[in-house]
Structures are given as structure tokens and as C-alpha cells.
T-cell receptor, first 111, second 112 residues
């Protein structure tokens, strides 16, 4: 059973701070990693993906990947109350067929 | 641009009833997926179709069947609903590996 683990939270940060969300995965052969945001009662929406070791930046979001440690993270700079949501980490299998999702981390950004 | 359309949005079934959840995408994507989401458990894959004419089991296929009717449509059928199938069901599609999935708005199913 391939596993993707996230701390369920809630992670509470003040407005303007950096939020750091973490994810570990069990399948060492995984190649691609995705972060989704899900507002309560809504469907997941893609924030960004990463497949190379290191950092990838997109606006206020930075994804970090360390394949040796089987660890993916998402940093959100200048957090806003509108960033309050559940963040889902997802890992693509070797064959590129299926995404396995973690349980999600609930982020709360307080004004 | 509708993206991924799921019907119905809400459904209440009695134990033992059957129903089909419908999903259609207008993005010409090859691959389509059915997930269920339960509180605290994230999204779990039920079935997927990597291309038209093929379907495969995911993590939690028991109690479900699927049909890839054509490239656009991928339906999920519950033959005999059970309370354990109470969940939110999401359909998704994707262009290919390393592209993000596009999700439908979900179907909230309650089995009593």
C-alpha cells in the first residue's frame, strides 16, 4: 500500500507569515508530486506540481522536493485569510496512472 | 468551458438501492478517475480509465462498477448501496502525466 502522510492540523498562522506544509511518501519510485487546495465543500484545485529535487516557485507558493528523504513541502509566503483551506499532497505512481492523496492539512490564517 | 461535470450534486439512497453517478469532461482528456472523500481520509481512488476502452481498479473498488462510455463520459455505478458508501464522490480527468487533475464539483451521497 503506497502511503502519503500529512499532519492533519489545523496549522494556525498569523496573516503575513509563512505557512509551511509538509508531506512524506512511501514509494521511493514516485516521480511527480502535486499540491492541491480544497476549500470547505468545494473540489480540489491544483496549486502546483514538482518533479525535480529542489525548489519550485510560483508567486507566493514554493514547493520543495527531497527524493532522498521522500519529503515534499509547500511554503506559502505572506499568508492571507483567503489561504485558509485544506492542502492536499498527492503523489503520482511510477506508471503515471494514479495519484495517491494524503489526508490533507487544514491551514487557518488569522487576521 | 464547463471542464468536468458531475450529476447529481446530491443524492439520498436507501440501503440496497442502486444508482449511477455521471461524469463528463469537455477537455479531450484521455484519462478519467473516480475518487471518494471521507472525513480525515483524503481522496481514495475507486476506479480509473487511462484511455477510452480501458478501466482499472483503484484502492477501494469493492461495491462499485464503472463504464467508460466514450472519451468524454465515465460513469460510476453502485449496484446495492450500503451505508459505508456514504461519501463525497469526485470525478477527475487529466491530459497526461505531470499535468494536474481537473476535478468535478462532486456528488454528496448519503445511504440510509
Amino acid at each position: 500500500q503506497k502511503e502519503v502522510e500529512q499532519n492533519s492540523g489545523p496549522l494556525s498562522v498569523p496573516e503575513g507569515a509563512i505557512a509551511s506544509l509538509n508531506c512524506t511518501y512511501s514509494d521511493r519510485g514516485s516521480q511527480s508530486f502535486f499540491w492541491y487546495r480544497q476549500y470547505s465543500g468545494k473540489s480540489p484545485e491544483l496549486i502546483m506540481f514538482i518533479y525535480s529535487n529542489g525548489d519550485k516557485e510560483d508567486g507566493r507558493f514554493t514547493a520543495q522536493l527531497n527524493k532522498a528523504s521522500q519529503y515534499v513541502s509547500l511554503l506559502i509566503r505572506d499568508s492571507q485569510p483567503s489561504d485558509s483551506a485544506t492542502y492536499l499532497c498527492a503523489v503520482l505512481d511510477n506508471a503515471g496512472n494514479m495519484l495517491t492523496f494524503g489526508g490533507g492539512t487544514r491551514l487557518m490564517v488569522k487576521p | 468551458n464547463a471542464g468536468v461535470t458531475q450529476t447529481p450534486k446530491f443524492q439520498v439512497l436507501k440501503t440496497g438501492q442502486s444508482m449511477t453517478l455521471q461524469c463528463a469532461q469537455d477537455m479531450n482528456h484521455n484519462s478519467m478517475y473516480w475518487y471518494r472523500q471521507d472525513p480525515g481520509m483524503g481522496l481514495r481512488l475507486i476506479y480509473y480509465s487511462a484511455s477510452e476502452g480501458t478501466t482499472d481498479k483503484g484502492e477501494v473498488p469493492n461495491g462499485y462498477n464503472v463504464s467508460r462510455l466514450n472519451k468524454r463520459e465515465f460513469s460510476l455505478r453502485l449496484e446495492s448501496a450500503a451505508p459505508s458508501q456514504t461519501s463525497v464522490y469526485f470525478c477527475a480527468s487529466v491530459e497526461g502525466p505531470n499535468y494536474g487533475y481537473t476535478f468535478g464539483s462532486g456528488t454528496r451521497l448519503t445511504v440510509v
